[in-house]
């Protein structure tokens, strides 16, 4: 046996790659050709790697100073070939990098496939970019064999892609001086990937503003043909692209597959000079909320790419994609000095106010595909009402909300503020978890009865900025589950205003049920809120509301909760027939002042807080029921 033969190690992918594989090879999605997109992404990712670690280390580059992607077919032999002189890996890093999976898109996205089973699943592979694996969608063994720039060593990694893969020392001279050779050996329905026709289209279909030049070799030993020239897209000028240069390069930077809902693409000159090229992606992102999810938005000085790890835009718009080149760094900038550079934060402004103009001016000119990314992308942009003080008041004209009188088109706030009633003097709002649930709310009755439009919140973050931002128009905003409704002075549709008179029956029950209920409330009162339901919950005048609440302790950010205030509405009958209830039904009005209070809680979406209590109490009044 020879030394190197000795070598060959066999390891087991992670159990995550072989789900992932086993996936591709037995997806039926009729989009296969990602695969080489994925390929010379990589490929060109290598390439500027290697760039990066020239300005240190300029010997890398050695006498072959141009990065360069050759595809050589193989007709013969059913092989596609994928070459890059780029950085090149080691063992090891044959290993981290094709036997796990190491990126948090990836992960999201087996998750995804597994909780979409099937057909949808494959198609999924579409929507996402999935990497060095997706080979396995068109060959039955792949071959790599690389050379990490600088070393030398050269290494072999080879799988059949059923659950192990080889990797063993080979020979230099059977690897590339430097670089990666990628050896598809395709399966018998994808020969196709041998024809140049083929090749080319779908080269510079997908990969066509890769910033590296990628050529075509025809058979073994034949002539390169270049068939994109690296330039990069976001240097020409804006009349000389075209929507699907733009598209096909979006698809590159975004690893999406749809179409961008909106394009920025920019030069800013003066004190600071850079080209940005943004997009605002035409569908979710699945790891939006993800905490770890940095921004996508590339840093390139001079056309290298630096990093994806610059904030070049605030967290609230970590939506978008794209890059910003400048030539005002030098190209060994450190990060620390990048956060520190005053170009960043000129960047970051510049580019903050074109995305935002962009998105206003789409509401104004397309107002449906505005309504598409706010759909996306509007509880990601709320996060900039607290978090970006200065545009709070652009941000909340920018948004949009379902509301009472409109709960399937979101409205904006001037046009709320244009339709409030004579007298009322607040933007209301009710936060909570669905859509349904808000409808139902019993807070909501007095508001629907005087025809007084009421914002529905369901996103997490409407709790948080609610209560940072102030005011819009100089209208506050008010939680209508909190504090007195102050509605006795707006009155209700086909009414005029009219003044609660005092029951002292009631006046006493409220007094009964204050005494009875003790510490489990910090107030009884009667309400004009209500109109249909006898009770509902609010939270006192000050502190947080009932929603926010319950997200504070959720999250156990606070300990002791204020008590709620518990609402009577005096003019139901169930009220008003309690309150006439002669008083030595002393226990009776205990079973139903408790029962009362867990009603109330049971329509904000909570439990009885003694649930045998709960059913013994209602099995009490029950029986009274029957017997009478
Ligand atoms: P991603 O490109 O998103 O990181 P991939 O599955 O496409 O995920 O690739 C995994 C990793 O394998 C890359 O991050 C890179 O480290 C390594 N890799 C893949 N192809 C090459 C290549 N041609 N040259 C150097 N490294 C590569
Ligand atoms: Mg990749």
Redesign the pocket.
Known sequence: MSEVEMSVEKHVFEADVAKLLHLMVHSVYSDKNVFLR??I???A??CEKLRYEAIVSPELLGSDPQPRITLTLDEEKARLIVE?N????GRD?LVE??GTI??S??RAFMERIEAVQGKDGAQLIGQF?????SAFMVADNVDVV?RRAGSDKAWHWASDGKGSYTVSAVDIADAPAR??R?TLHLMDDAKSYTSRWTVERIVKDQSGHVPVPISIVEKPGGEAAQVADGTALWTKQKSEISKEDYTDFYRGVAGQYDEPALTVHFRAEGRHDYTALAFVPGSKPFDLFDPDRKGRMKLYVKRVFITDEAELLPRYLRFARGLVDTADLPLNVSREMIQESPLLASIRKGLTNRVLTSIEKLAESDPEAFAKVWENFGSVIKEGIYEDFERRTQLLALSRFRTTASADNPRALSDYVKDMKDGQSAIYYLTGDNLAQLQASPQLEGFRARGIEVLLLTDPVDSFWVTTAPDFEGKPFKSITQGAADLASIAKQGSEVTASEANPAVTEFVSFAKATLGEAVSDVRTSDRLTESAVCLVAPEHGPDRQLQKMLQGAGRIEDAAKPVLEVNPRHHLIAALAGCPAEDGAFREDAVKLLLDQARVLDGDRPEDPRGFAERLSRVFGRALKS
């Not at 970019?129 to 694996?133: A, R």
Request: net charge negative.
């Open positions: 994925e390929l992404s990589n490929a990712d290598a890059d780029g950085i090149g890996m890093e990098s094709l190491a990126r898109g990836t970019g999935v990497g060095f694996y690389s670089g990666t990628i």
